[in-house]
């Protein structure tokens, strides 16, 4: 059986970049609130002004750094932008980040029972 070298795990620098931006582009509590408006399918950038109850000019700097690191994808319909989740494992990146809180909520709910 092969051993495996640290040169064989190691992964370009700029791998380890364009992953950091994507990681950035989700790590806002606005970002992710668009996210999951975006989770029930195609908004356009009113709708999800509405859901996220943010100025519409805020929303739209988020969206435009979300489509810029890939995230988003949008098209235009008549006088509207109409935006989506591009890549659907983001849903699954923000699952996992819930059921991370949750096993911490519970981590933190049995060591106050103890400490209580």
């Not at 620098?13 to 609130?33: E, G, N, S, T």
């Not at 700097?61 to 006088?79: D, F, I």
């Amino acid at each position: 059986m092969k051993k495996i070298s640290r040169n064989d795990l190691k992964l370009p620098y700029d791998l380890y970049h364009k992953q950091a931006l994507i990681a950035q582009a989700v790590a806002h509590p606005v970002r992710i609130a668009i996210l999951n408006v975006l989770r029930q399918g195609p908004h356009c950038v009113q709708d999800i002004t509405h859901h996220v109850s943010k100025k519409q000019s805020n929303i739209s700097r988020h969206l435009a750094l979300m489509v810029g690191s890939g995230l988003l994808t949008y098209e235009k319909k008549g006088l509207r932008v109409v935006y989506m989740i591009r890549t659907q494992c983001v849903l699954r990146f923000l699952d996992c980040l819930s059921q991370c809180l949750q096993e911490q909520i519970q981590s933190d709910s049995q060591t106050l029972k103890v400490i209580g």
